[in-house]
Each structure stands twice: as structure tokens, then as C-alpha cells.
């Protein structure tokens, strides 16, 4: 981090999970706390940066001076993200997008012996917010994402990175005892010209330590 690092600049974060309604009382989601977005969000504020940052359903609370939008699904997300991305200069997705949404959300509870509707639900595919923010073609910001795997970390999140079409992506390991719902991380960055270990810490000292990274890339 650093007081002034990100000064004028404007920072579009995405975090947490999102929730795909299935009727007015079920969801999918998925394990995200919003810790790593919500510290990242905090970092660039300290750091001088005007930050907005999209959030799922989390229960944390919003940094000083941040800007906090609340969506709830993947849609909800990539609408607020659009809207804002050609004014941002960096844009940072840490948000865990649920992958799948139900084909339709059913406006009553829906019953155990519903047949089909809920054994036999059907699931469409979500927008991939990050893979659209990294194909705009007109003020398109500095685009981060992340990669979150089990095996292979660097070989998955490389593949990631030019799928994508990023600038630079954080990869971390995930599994029974790291990464989700915890308050450490460890962080590789990937980009075209090679990689850079950020090592473990908290998402905080990680944060911090990633914005001056992407800090050095866009002056
Ligand atoms: O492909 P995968 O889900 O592993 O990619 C993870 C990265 O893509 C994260 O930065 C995540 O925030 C972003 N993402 C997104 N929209 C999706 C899925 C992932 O922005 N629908």
C-alpha cells in the first residue's frame, strides 16, 4: 500500500458470492466471506484511490470511504459493474460468481414433491463479468482477476489469464484448509511478462502488497 500510491485513479472491485435464486426462499451460492475484495477495497482507499466496490451478500462492513454497491446475483453484478468499469482505471474481480443460475426462479416456495422442479432443476450459465470487462473496447480499466485452485495453480491461472484476455490475474490454492472464509491468503501474480510470488500473509498485508504492484503497472 502507501498513502498517495493509487491518487486520481478509480478502483472497481467486485467481492463475495453471489446468490442465484432458485423461489422466494432457496438459493445457490457458495462459501465466499468477501474478506480478500473487501480488503483489497479498503487498501486502495487508504492508498488514495476513489473505490467502488460491488458486493454480494457478505456480513462485513463497508471500509472508510469506500463506495459500496449491494447486488445479490450474477446479473445484478454485471450490471452494476458495466455501468461503472468505463470510469474506473483499475478493475479488480475477487467476487466468487456463481457459475450456474436456475433457467427459471419460481415467484412460489416451491413443494418437495414438485416432480422436476426442484430434483430435476435446470441450470443456465452465468456472464462471465470479468472475461466482459476485459473485452471492452473503449476505456477499458487495468483488469486483475482471480484464480482460485485446488492443483495445478500456476499452469490453471495462466491458462485463465490469456482466456480471459487480462492484464494480470492473483492466483491462490484452495481446499480443505486454505483460501475461502479465511483471514490468510497466498498470492502468485501472473502476467505476459512472467510471474511474481506476493508469498502468504493476511488478505490485508496481501492487499496491500498487490495494489503496489498494480500501482507500478499503470503509472
Ligand atoms: O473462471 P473462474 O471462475 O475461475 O475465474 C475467476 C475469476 O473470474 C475471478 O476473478 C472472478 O471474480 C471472475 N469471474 C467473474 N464472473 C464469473 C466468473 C468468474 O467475474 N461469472
Known amino acids: 500500500g502507501g498513502p498517495g500510491l493509487l491518487a486520481g485513479k478509480t478502483v472497481l472491485i467486485t467481492a463475495g458470492p453471489t446468490r442465484e435464486a432458485v423461489d422466494p426462499v432457496r ?8 474478506r480478500m475484495g473487501f480488503a483489497i477495497a479498503e487498501a486502495a482507499a487508504r492508498a488514495g484511490a476513489k473505490v467502488l466496490l460491488v458486493s454480494g451478500p457478505v456480513s462485513l462492513s463497508t471500509p472508510p470511504g469506500v463506495e459500496r454497491v ?9 450490471e452494476a459493474v458495466m455501468t ?9 474481480a475477487a467476487a466468487a ?8 426462479t419460481a415467484e412460489r416456495k416451491l413443494k418437495k414433491d414438485s416432480g422436476d422442479e426442484l430434483a430435476g432443476m ?3 450459465e452465468n456472464p462471465d463479468i470479468l472475461a466482459g470487462v476485459a473485452a471492452m473496447k473503449k476505456d477499458r480499466p487495468f483488469t486483475v482477476g482471480f484464480a482460485a485452485e485446488t492443483n495445478d495453480v500456476e499452469a490453471n491461472a495462466r491458462k485463465k489469464l490469456e482466456k480471459k484476455q487480462l492484464d494480470l490475474i492473483a492466483a491462490n490454492q484452495v481446499g480443505a484448509d486454505r483460501g ?27 492487499a496491500g502488497k498487490l495494489l503496489a504492484v498494480i500501482a507500478d503497472r499503470i503509472q
Do not use: C
Not at 460468481?97 to 427459471?104: F, G, H, I, K, S
Open 27 to 34: 438459493y445457490l451460492s457458495n462459501r465466499s466471506s468477501g
Open 97 to 104: 460468481v456463481a457459475d450456474y443460475r436456475p433457467a427459471e
Open 84 to 92: 461503472l468499469a468505463p470510469n474506473a482505471d483499475v478493475f479488480i
Open 70 to 78: 449491494d447486488v445479490e446475483s450474477a446479473r445484478q453484478m454485471q
Open 180 to 206: 475461502f472464509d479465511r483471514d490468510d491468503n497466498e498470492l502468485l501474480l501472473l502476467d505476459a511478462k512472467g510471474s511474481t510470488p506476493l508469498g502468504a500473509g493476511s488478505k490485508r498485508e496481501l
Open 122 to 124: 435446470k441450470l443456465v
